[in-house]
Each structure stands twice: as C-alpha cells, then as structure tokens.
C-alpha cells in the first residue's frame, strides 16, 4: 500500500460538451484557471485535454495547449499529463502531436479498442449551445475508439522511448489488463507501471465495487507488486469509487472530464470543488494527499525540468 495517495485532476477532457455546464473549461484561459486553482486545491496530477477556443470542441492543436501549459508550468508543481486520447473522431496520429511537442512526464494511453458511446446523452438536453455538439455525441452510436495493437507500439516507442514519457495506462475493462501484460512482456513498457481502471463509460465495465475489486485482483495477478494504480467513476460513481480505492490503497481520479456534479443534482462549479471534495473524502477516513514530489519518486518522473513547455 502506497504512503500517500495520488489525486489526479482531469479538467476537461474530450466527452463532456459546453452545453452541459458553463462550469466546463472550453477555451485555453479556463483550462488554465481551472488547472491551477485544482492544483492548489490538492491535485497531484493535471490530466490535459485541449479545446478549440472558437468553439469549445475537442483539439489537438498544440497552439490550443501552449498558453495552459506555460501558465500551469509557471504557477503550479503540478506533473501534467497530457492525453493521447483527444477524440473519438481522431487518428492516433493526430492524438499524440501534443504529446510529442511538448514531452510531459506524463501521457495517457488507452489499452485497446473499443465501443466508447456517448449518445444517449443527447435525450439530456433540448438544445445546445454549438453546431458540433448534437452530431458529435449522436455519431458516437456508431463509433470504435480505434487502440490496436500496433497503435500502442507506435506511442510506446515514439513518446515512452523518444520521450522517456511515463504512461497512464487507462483500462477501459479487464481485456485492457490483458493487452497491457502482452505489451509488458513484448518489452514496450517498463516497470513501475500506472494503471488507471475507467469504469462507468457505456462500452467498458461498469462503475460498481464489484468490478474494482475484481480489475483489482487481475491487475495483482498479472503485475504483481510492481505497479500503482488509481480508478475513474465515471458520472455519479466519482466519489464513491475514489473513496474505495483510496481505501484499498489505490489512488483517485476526479474532474469535469469524468462527472460534470458535485453531489446527485448538483452540478461542480469547478474543478477544484470536486478536488477539494475528494481531498476531505480521503482525509477524513486516513489517506494522506502525495505531493508532485512525492508522486513523481513514486511512479518514476523523468522530472519536470525535462518537459518542452
């Protein structure tokens, strides 16, 4: 069991739309708001998304992540993490070109393809803000999130070995701990390994403690010791997974990008309050918060002097 818990901060992500809550970060200057104050308010780790400012659509234009990641850089410890999941809607090439411009100590990598529906959010709301909005959640019905094989080699060499950038290994269900092992024992990644179990996104395994515990054993059996781990609740599951992993000596992730609520009915009016939640959550039954220093001894950071931003 860790000595301290990792609480990483994904502040918007590429799911959530700006019709769903005017606390949602949709251009470069919230983001780096929002980032901020969620890091001083606790969060280890500032998982990255962009947006397009004219629009609040998902980007991966590196000038979309400049202007945050200076900011950030300049007024917060914080190990960033910057996603190679952008969108559904795009290749892993496009995906990885804010990752391999500014080499964080950190990136995401989901491990396999998958059904990643967001659809029946659409029945939610009568109308919407942007013109992409309505089709970008409806298409998803009929969309795969492309993560095969050769996929994940390609980013393993190109940012874990041209990078030297530590991956966030996001396990969307337990075939993901399965592809991630074959990986392992092809060489593509090294020991200590960071998983983060996503539960609760309609196409993987759903947010319930029935299904932690079992990812949880899986990831014992083919790991052993040598790995850290942390859980996403998607949606109304945020806290109470975080809570139990916390328990379990797992860390946690919150943020706009996973659950646009503070508590059932209530809607976040930012990141920070989600952080700050978690922060009491996890203090209050024991857990003790890690630091950026303490986390990057932990997970094996090249360092935040080795980054390009």
Known sequence: MPSKTIVTCAITGAVHTPTMSDALPVNPEMIADQAIEAAHAGATILHLHARNPENGAPSVD?????????????????IVNISTGGSITMGIEER????KTFSPEMCSMNMGSMNFALHPLVTRYSSFKEDWEEPFLRGSENAIFRNTFGDIARVAKTLGGGHQIKFEHECYDVGHLYNLNFCLRQGMFEAPIFLQFVMGILGGIAAEVENLVFMKRTADKLFGRDYQWSVIGAGQQQMRLAAVSAQMGGHVRVGLEDSLYLEKGRLAGSNAEQVRLVREILERQGNEIATPAEAREMLGLKGADKVNY
């Not at 000038?63 to 900011?71: D, I, N, Q, V």
């Not at 990885?96 to 990752?99: F, G, L, Q, T």
């Open 62 to 78: 590196p000038e979309h992540f400049r202007y945050f990641l200076s900011r950030i850089r300049a007024e917060t410890d914080a």
């Open 96 to 99: 990885i070109c804010p990752a």
